[in-house]
């Protein structure tokens, strides 16, 4: 079982690729953290590809929890944000406010001092462009809808997934469903509507993405399968079905559909379709169901990255404060941290030299895999290593001086990336 609450969990990520359903990433996307298998896996994502392909609107998702300083680890979902955006994604940021009062006692003020200056601001610095970034507590649309969203699941099922027991807390049941909203509501009629969601999560959130995917389906009227390589679309409800039956068949009919309604079965069969049409007709559907069904939500997608290991070994972790480099700290404060990090290097140069690091085990070449997008460069760094050419002293200065110009222009665009806040920041809902 996978536990989203929990800070010391070590992965297998083929086991979980196995043992979950979790999917491979396929070629699509020419970026170095899919490049680099970084990103190990996904759900849905076929959704976000066709999309793409042709020119429909959809949307990235993902959210902060204020409650302490960003950190290399936390920005890797960020650089996956601001590369779909660069494609077209409207973006959507949610600040978990509410989830930081309940359960480390964060005040609203202090919570939304921390989004600002410690997450958001290097978010535009990094290149993020305007885009829509709330705080829980202010936004009506999702608190509302994890009202809805807490009928569409429940005890049995939230035991399953998360492991919760009678003793478990309120806040427990609760938190899933609120994730679930933030990232359902982006597909609100007065946001757009139905779109393919891509929410960039470390694996640990997959039993998040699961529930929600879930509910999601739920939610639909019109349920699309792929039966014996044919498309067959179920109409969920015991009213009569012939408005919703007709009005698919119209809709699918203008695209070139033969449909075959069964009115007595409420199901209507795609004569001239194949698997590959179940996308594009459900997502037909869902624009078509909107009309009848609030919650007509295509389920999101969503993209699993490997975390990447602390500078002391383990995961990187705001109680172990050498085990990572938040991006607000100085040159000086992260070329101590990378200084004193452990390696894959052999004990000694000979060895190094004779025998070659192992950089797959190696906090300190991630600093390269994680933040550097030139292939070669990197690439050339780990065959170095492997090699015996590279020693480990001289790889942690060039790895600092790395970070370090990072994080220096980052700390030279914050007054300007602050002064752009209104461009960003969502007033309250009501």
Known sequence: MINPWSSAQYFDYEKLIKEFGIQRPDNYFDYFMFRRHLIFGQRGIDYLEYSIKNKIKFNAMTGLMPSGKMHLGNKLSIDQ?????????????????LESYATRGISFDKARNIAINEY?????SMGLKPCRIYFQSENFDTQSLSFVLSNETNMSELKSIYGLTDSSSILHVNAP??????VLHTQLGHLGGPR?????????????????????KRLRVYNVKIEDNKISIYIKGSDDPADKINSAISVLGNSGYECMPNYEYRAIYVKNSTGEDKIKIDMMLAIEESRINDYAFIEPSATFQ??????????MSSSVPDSLISLNDTGEEAT????HAVTGGKQTIEEQKKYGGNPDICPVFELYKYHNSNDKYVTRVYEECKGGVRMCGPCKIEAAENISGMLKTLAEKKDESL???????????S
Do not use: C, W
């Not at 469903?177 to 933030?182: F, G, L, N, Y």
């Open 196 to 216: 393919a969601t891509i929410v960039p999560v470390g694996i640990d959130q997959d039993p998040h993405i699961r529930l929600m995917r879930d509910i999601a």
């Open 120 to 124: 958001i601001a290097n978010y535009i």
């Open 177 to 182: 469903i609120i994730q679930a909203a933030d």
């Open 419 to 429: 002064g752009k806040l209104d461009d960003y920041l969502i007033k309250r809902s």
């Open 81 to 97: 944000i601001i590369y779909f955006q660069s494609l077209g994604a409207d973006v959507y940021i949610a600040v978990a406010d």
């Open 306 to 315: 490997k975390l990447e290991t602390g500078l002391k070994g383990g995961k």
């Open 336 to 339: 101590r941290k990378i200084k």
